[in-house]
């Protein structure tokens, strides 16, 4: 990849955008290749060296249909690709799909005693209050139960990453990873996704807020004593954030200064249950582009249905109605329309200071909404995983169990190893970002306040890691959940079953937080070619 890149870096030179399929191919390869790099890290873990092996064989893959314009050859010695064809022989992957099938679909991923302790308690909540009620919420669409929020929020799972002195556990974003990995397990929509808006907008607090206003908004965070949706995508303006034109335009409203929001919004999930909508807006010229957004804390009342109005005394109002949606169920997301809404000074993200910063500020929660995602799709491979081990164990076919077909061991075989492969990649990505944020820590906790980035180069490198995890692990999540859906015959395409539930809500993970395309293109992409 080290050669790849450089021989890239010469033909697309500064003009990516007119050579989008050669940065976007090289960005996916140097992505699987960090996957191997973390998983050679412990190649003894089950499905290692079968992830890797197959790793190995697509980067080569991807690359070739622009070697020749690269100009570079693709070959691997002779004993790595003998390594390769070893690792990748059927009876390998076979005997990986029978240790799946045996252990339920539950193979070993090395973890401390702490992180084994949480997952286990997690998961023990998630099989006693969220799996029974996970079908009927998304086959009725019906909204995310308020018992599940009161519970996560009581046994603290939403302030896992926010520090002790502003209410949380501090215990870190692995921690996170693997309760929202737990929770995804037993439903995306329900339970997998509910700690991912208060994360984000925690970490835009934390790296750019007032004193005042983490201390206002984090403990009820932490708490669950509010809950927070993430307002940035418009109708027309989805990757695109710089072009963003929803306006807030400076007022008085009963001798309070603040602003008056106008404008759409889409995709906003959770928006009609949450008590604030973190939301950026154009306080600035169209021509400043990210320089002229700022980040808004908009408090509103709840609504549980799938359409909402609210009006302020001075005659803001605020209309929002859920779209529907194939999978994700639960949760709800919502187009809104803003009419001359009052937001106060005191709710701007980072006061007078964070005027014109709220790009910056949504980029340190967007790196925390990646992560997220990593670790929901990692969720959502497991259950699939799991359902799949369970059910070619008792489906039987010409008079045996389908589980003792080699075919059905093999591809058993290759979701375990991709679920491994995933994992490997997405807690190195939530290492990494704590690692950060320790050092940040050591260093007083100051955050660059000028223009351009309210990261520290240790997370921007951090954040990169979580782009890929996102990236691999979302992709990896719709295909190994489709291979489980196949082997479940015609069942997986019916609603009684979980693996249908399961394919439908993967859909939704390579387009938010980031689609795919733009994700290796602007994010992991440009990253690779600016370096």
């Not at 690269?70 to 992957?93: E, N, R, T």
């Not at 439908?504 to 290796?520: H, K, M, N, S, T």
Request: proline fraction near 4%; charged fraction near 20%.
């Amino acid at each position: 990849m080290d050669r790849v890149i450089e021989a890239a870096r010469r033909v697309v030179g500064t003009d990516e955008d007119a050579h989008q399929v050669i940065v976007e191919r090289v960005a996916y390869a140097a992505t699987e290749a960090r996957v191997i790099v973390e998983l050679a890290t412990q190649p003894d873990i089950a499905g290692a060296r079968v992830a890797m092996a197959e790793l190995a064989a697509s980067v080569r893959n991807r690359l070739e249909a622009i070697a020749p314009i690269l100009a570079i050859d693709l070959a691997y010695p002779a004993a790595a690709a003998a390594a390769i064809a070893a690792d990748l022989a059927p009876p390998v992957v076979e005997a990986l799909g029978a240790a799946t099938i045996a252990a339920a679909g539950r193979l070993p991923f090395p973890e401390d005693e702490t992180l084994a302790e949480i997952r286990a308690s997690v998961r023990a909540f998630t099989e006693r209050e969220i799996v029974p009620h996970a079908a009927r919420i998304h086959q009725q669409d019906e909204l995310v139960p308020e018992r599940f929020i009161e519970q996560m929020g009581g046994l603290g799972y939403f302030g896992l990453a926010i520090p002790e002195k502003y209410g949380g556990h501090e215990l870190g974003n692995l921690a996170m990873i693997v309760t929202t990995e737990e929770l995804a397990r037993g439903s995306l929509a329900a339970a997998g996704s509910l700690i991912t808006r208060p994360e984000i907008l925690a970490k835009a607090l934390l790296a750019g807020g007032t004193e005042e206003q983490k201390q206002l908004y984090l403990p009820r965070l932490a708490s669950g004593a509010i809950m927070a949706a993430i307002s940035v995508t418009e109708p027309d303006a989805g990757s695109d954030v710089a072009s963003l034109a929803c306006r807030a335009e400076r007022t008085t409203v009963a001798g309070r200064t603040g602003f008056q929001i106008t404008g759409a919004k889409a995709w906003c999930t959770f928006a009609g249950r949450a008590d604030v909508i973190a939301l950026l807006a154009r306080t600035g010229t169209p021509a400043e582009g990210a320089r002229g957004l700022t980040l808004f804390i908009v408090e509103k009342p709840r609504f549980f249905g799938h359409e909402f109005e609210t009006a302020q005394p001075h005659g803001g109002t605020l209309v929002g109605r859920a779209d529907r949606t194939p999978g994700y169920r639960g949760m709800h997301s919502f187009g809104l329309a803003f009419d001359n809404w009052f937001v106060p000074d005191a709710q701007v993200v980072g006061g007078e200071a964070g005027i014109g910063r709220g790009f910056a500020l949504q980029m340190a929660g967007f790196a925390a909404g990646r992560l997220q995602t990593g670790g929901r799709a990692c969720g959502l491979m497991q259950a699939a995983v799991e359902q799949t081990a369970l059910y070619v164990a008792a489906r039987r076919q010409f008079g045996r169990a389908i589980g003792e077909y080699g075919l059905t061991r093999y591809h058993l075989g290759r979701m375990a190893a991709r679920l491994t492969a995933a994992r490997a990649i997405t807690y190195a990505a939530a290492t990494a970002m704590d690692r950060a944020e320790r050092r940040e820590g050591d260093a007083g906790g100051a955050l660059p306040t000028g223009q351009g980035a309210a990261l520290s180069i240790d997370e921007r490198a951090a954040s990169g890691v979580a782009s890929m995890a996102k990236l691999f692990a979302c992709d990896v999540a719709v295909e190994v959940s489709q291979l489980g859906q196949v082997l479940h015959g015609g069942w997986g395409y019916a609603e009684d079953y979980p693996i249908s539930r399961l394919v439908a809500d993967a859909q939704v993970l390579p387009i938010f937080e980031g689609v795919r395309p733009i994700l290796a293109l602007k994010v992991i992409g440009r990253a690779l070619f600016k370096a």
